[in-house]
């Protein structure tokens, strides 16, 4: 064989063997996945965290032009979200002056404000206003716990399951208006039947939401926390939890929701104070202006109230998820 085959040959070679460095090199640099979410990019020398520098994994992505979109600055999303109700407040006002409508049907807002600082003169709007938070916080805390114990128990449990979902599936299909009388039996017109009714619209959406995220966890995480010696409490903490804590603060925000529905009823029992009490007395005397004042400030605690359970989202969201 002359000098020059061998060369050949041997450069042959070195391109095969550079080639299948090549390939796999790729196949290590795959992600590696669990249940279709990728956890970690493999090497030669196994998961990313091993044989990268940690400066070029921390690296976050770079966007466009290096500029954020528009849709993420904050002072869009503010005026955006205040598109919809100003255009509500200045169609209110045109349509309640131009006499399009009756006065006795759509008040304008200078009546509905008016009816606000007389009612606050008096001392009763932020009488009103507290009794009704106190109540809807006090109902909501209540019916999130026994929500997340009871929607942990049927989550986790296959015999809880069996025992519990069938009794509160029906349970859950009754209307908020029927339990008025057989509340007013058992607890009398004091505060507790109230409360109770708030923290039974709070219950279910809480239990319903909780109980089918647990139910629906990815075994192969559970199978490899397992792997990991996790058992009990260390693998509802480790695995489950954060996998669940998305859904769970989802169900918060439903059943905080359904809380401020579920006061309206609840004060509709023999109550001499609160929002509900004002829509109701405000009906019954023709006065709408106080009407609206009550729907407004109902929508505006709703929402002020559902801003504090997104505080908690981020911060659960960091700590758990």
Wanted: without cysteine.
């Amino acid at each position: 064989m002359t000098d020059a085959s061998r060369t050949t040959s041997t450069d042959e070679r070195a391109d095969a063997a550079a080639n299948a460095v090549t390939s796999a090199d790729r196949r290590f640099a795959s992600p590696v996945t669990d249940g279709g979410l990728a956890v970690a990019t493999a090497g030669p020398l196994g998961p990313s965290g091993v044989d990268r520098p940690a400066r070029e994994a921390s690296v976050p992505p770079a966007s466009s032009g290096g500029r954020r979109r528009l849709v993420d600055r904050r002072w869009f999303v503010i005026v955006g979200g205040a598109i919809i109700p100003v255009a509500l407040l200045l169609t209110w006002q045109l349509v309640s002056t131009s006499g399009l409508v009756p006065v006795s049907m759509l008040p304008s807002p200078e009546m509905v404000w008016l009816a606000a600082v007389d009612l606050a003169q008096r001392g009763l709007l932020g009488l009103y206003i507290a009794i009704s938070t106190q109540r809807v916080f006090i109902g909501f805390a209540i019916g999130a716990v026994f929500g997340l114990v009871v929607g942990a128990i049927v989550g986790l449990s296959k015999l809880g399951d069996i025992l519990l979902s069938p009794t509160l599936g029906a349970v859950r299909a009754v209307p908020s208006l029927a339990w008025i009388p057989l509340l007013i039996l058992w607890f009398g017109i004091a505060e507790d039947s109230k409360i109770i009714l708030i923290a039974i619209g709070a219950f279910f959406p809480v239990y319903t939401i909780v109980a089918a995220a647990l139910r629906h966890v990815d075994r192969q995480l559970l199978e490899a926390g397992r792997a990991y010696g996790l058992r009990g409490i260390r693998l509802f903490t480790a695995v489950q939890l954060p996998a669940v804590v998305p859904s769970v603060i989802s169900a918060l925000r439903l059943a905080l929701a359904q809380a401020w529905l579920f006061l309206v009823a609840a004060e509709l029992i023999a109550s001499s104070m609160g929002l509900g009490f004002l829509l109701l007395d405000s009906g019954q005397n023709g006065r709408i202006d106080r009407i609206f004042l009550a729907i407004i400030l109902l929508a505006v605690l709703g929402k002020l109230t559902d801003a504090l359970v997104g505080l908690f989202e981020r911060w659960a969201v960091r700590k758990w998820a």
